[in-house]
């Protein structure tokens, strides 16, 4: 079993955010980015984020507690828009199951945009991300990767910057340890009939905590 | 009729390797002489040229690298080169003992748009393949050959221009025997014309009915019983490494004039490839197959040659490999992807399809896979890893993102909600009755879990994720 983390948003830090929203001297850069983004289909988690949503042509880390908590669901409004109104595949990369089709049909994925890919090692996993997202042609690629290196997660950024796609990169507990290059990283735990989501950073965004109601399940 | 014919002097080094910077020549045995045929341009810089005796180059130049010329090798590569030149035109044919190839040429002249467009299309094409090719074009197959071996030979459009024409040609051009060409420069000629002009009847009676037959084929008097060769259907092309290759490098040269030459062969019957086969002979044991799949049918020989580079990257070869083997059996039509007018919608579909063929090739069939439902009770068989679904209809339950091997699990933690029981098999004997529940583990993770009646236990199936 891993250590838990840190509480990711401490309490001091809430202090501090509070005291810093009190006033208007402090220039925070705050909404200055007119970043192009995909609404995430939660009101309040929009509000936090950079372009009031997911970042396109940036990555965005996910980090669960652990899985079965609904980090897969968080997702489903997003995925809905560019598979359905944009049309472009999605692409799983190295989920740490099987992805169950009907579950992913009755999110309203249409399946034949969905391709998943389950490459036999950490490099493989690296690289075909890559090569997807550089490609351009998926508008999210999901990526479940345990690399520690901070370098794998900034060549996904320049990929996806290029690609103009949404790269969402799964990564255990302990990457909270150390910094992230990442545009916008969440610590997701699990709550009672939804998603209790820290935002940690996002870059033009700002931080917080938000309590993420989840469709299905119990 | 007008004809473009290559002459392919360097074929008997080209149908045996890659080119190398070792010097490396092609000797062929005549009576107890034995000399070089053909040689790379390495040779050139140690001093050693065509003609010269091995016995001398080898003095000259003793690491020189030495092979026997092998007809059969020169003539699978011609034949190779036929299959590509039949892209050109629908009538081809080849001499493997002159080393020459000829393409009809007038049929195409309007859709290729002119002579010049052709002559650079071929010898562009002659480029890629790594050939040395010498071009000569003339009305008859023989005038064709006569002009290919003179150096900025004009090009020779029209039957009556013909005998004018070739008037001013050096003599040593003409396809004759090395007796009979002595004995024409005995007599004092040294130009085409002038043998063209000795009178016809002595000509015949001194040096045999063959010349004057040569010269009435050269000359269009008779017509050239050639007939034109078609590449078989099935396409297989064999190639012979020298010396075993034990790096996946040494396979990447002649791997990619295979698949240029493939490229002619599918562009002359308007047709593609989803699948090819290559086989890697060994000397002892089971060859080593690669299957390359493509998505969508393909024609393009840097497509289908980064697809198997991309996958030969990823193999290793256990042992040398001696010949290598290109299969093609079934052919697909190709759709209108490859066309050069398409609009950005169909351009990123084939983007798309381009992708998942590198991914398919790098990382194996089975690790790309598209989603499809099924219309079955049991959860581990309603789903399936195909394009096309052929349940969908029903409207879906509720079900987790991710299932799980069933998976036998001791304690149970506090579950909620009603249970959903799933039956199936009843009908053929595999009897199933499950009850799933969704419960909470300790670690705030939701499970999927069943009751088995029949055997009384507890199953982990899937995760809320």
Redesign the interface.
């Known amino acids: 079993m891993l250590p838990i983390p840190a509480l990711p948003f401490s309490p001091k830090a809430a202090a501090v955010d509070a005291l810093l929203r009190s006033t208007s001297l402090v220039w925070r850069g705050h909404g200055t980015a007119a970043a192009p983004s995909v609404a995430t289909g939660h009101v309040s988690l929009d509000r936090l984020l950079p372009g009031h949503g997911w970042p396109v042509g940036a990555v965005t880390e996910l980090v669960p507690?652990?899985?079965?908590?609904?980090?897969?669901?968080l997702l489903m409004p997003a995925l809905r828009r560019i598979a359905c109104d944009e049309g472009r595949?999605v692409v799983l990369v190295g989920?740490?199951?099987?992805?169950?089709?009907?579950?992913?049909?009755?999110?309203g994925l249409p399946?034949?945009r969905?391709?998943?890919?389950?490459?036999?090692s950490e490099t493989?996993t690296q690289?075909?991300a890559e090569?997807?997202l550089r490609?351009?042609?998926a508008g999210a690629v999901l990526m479940w990767t345990d690399t520690r290196a901070d370098l794998a997660l900034r060549r996904l950024q320049l990929a996806a910057e290029e690609g103009q796609s949404i790269a969402f990169v799964y990564r255990p507990p302990r990457a909270l340890r150390n910094p992230s290059p990442a545009a916008v990283r969440l610590a997701l735990?699990?709550a009672t009939r939804a998603l209790r989501i820290d935002v940690l950073k996002a870059r033009g965004g700002q931080g917080g905590s938000v309590l993420c109601p989840l469709r299905?399940?119990? | 009729m007008l004809y473009l014919c290559t002459s392919l002097p360097q074929l008997p080094l080209e149908s045996r390797c890659p080119p190398t910077e070792d010097p490396v020549a092609i000797a062929e045995r005549s009576g107890a002489r034995r000399w070089l045929v053909a040689c790379n341009d390495a040779c050139r810089g140690a001093g050693i040229h065509i003609g010269m005796d091995a016995t001398t180059a080898l003095a000259l130049y003793p690491s020189l690298r030495l092979i026997e010329r092998s007809s059969p090798h020169e003539r699978e590569a011609i034949k190779g080169l036929a299959a590509w030149a039949e892209q050109f035109s629908h009538w081809v044919c080849f001499d493997p003992e002159r080393l020459l190839l000829w393409i009809e040429i007038k049929s195409g002249l309007r859709y290729f748009g002119g002579v010049g467009e052709i002559r650079s299309r071929v010898e562009h094409g002659l480029a890629q393949l790594g050939h040395v090719g010498f071009i000569g074009i003339g009305p008859t197959l023989e005038a064709a050959a006569l002009l290919s071996q003179v150096p900025e030979a004009p090009m020779i459009e029209r039957q009556t221009q013909l005998a004018a024409s070739l008037d001013k040609l050096p003599l040593a051009a003409m396809a004759l025997a090395d007796d009979l060409l002595e004995a024409f420069t005995d007599l004092g000629l040294s130009s085409v014309g002038q043998v063209l002009v000795l009178p016809r009847d002595a000509t015949a009676r001194r040096y045999g009915p063959e010349l004057l037959d040569y010269l009435d084929r050269l000359t269009g008097r008779l017509r050239d019983p050639r007939k034109p060769y078609r590449a078989p259907d099935k396409y297989r092309r064999r190639f012979e490494l020298l010396g075993s290759v034990e790096v996946v490098e040494g396979l990447l040269f002649p791997l990619r004039r295979m698949f240029v030459e493939l490229q002619g062969y599918l562009i002359a019957r308007d047709t593609a490839v989803a699948q090819v086969q290559i086989e890697l002979l060994h000397d002892e044991g089971e060859p080593t197959l690669l299957r390359i799949r493509t998505t969508r049918p393909l024609r393009d020989a840097v497509r289908l040659f980064a697809l198997v580079k991309e996958r030969l990257e990823r193999t290793t070869l256990g042992r040398p490999v001696e010949e290598i083997v290109l299969y093609v059996e079934r052919f697909e039509a190709l759709g209108d992807t490859q066309l050069e007018l398409i609009d950005s919608g169909r351009r990123k579909d084939q983007g798309w399809h381009e992708l998942l063929d590198r991914l398919r090739a790098r990382l194996g069939d089975s690790a790309v896979q598209e989603l499809g439902l099924q219309d079955q009770h049991l959860p581990e068989q309603a789903w399936c890893t195909v394009g096309e679904s052929d349940g969908g209809t029903e409207p879906i339950p509720e079900r987790p993102m991710w299932v799980l091997q069933p998976r036998r699990i001791r304690t149970l933690p506090k579950r909620f909600g009603k249970p959903e029981r799933i039956e199936a098999g009843w009908w053929n004997g595999e009897d199933k009755r499950r009850d799933y529940h969704t419960v909470a583990a300790a670690d705030g993770s939701q499970l999927w879990v069943y009751h088995d009646a029949d055997s009384d236990s507890w199953y982990l199936h899937g995760l809320w994720g």
């Open positions: 507690d652990t899985s079965g908590i609904g980090e897969l669901r595949p989920p740490p199951h099987i992805p169950y089709a009907p579950a992913l049909y009755r999110a399946l034949r969905l391709i998943w890919l389950q490459p036999s493989e690289w075909a090569q997807t490609a351009g042609i735990r699990p299905s399940a119990c």
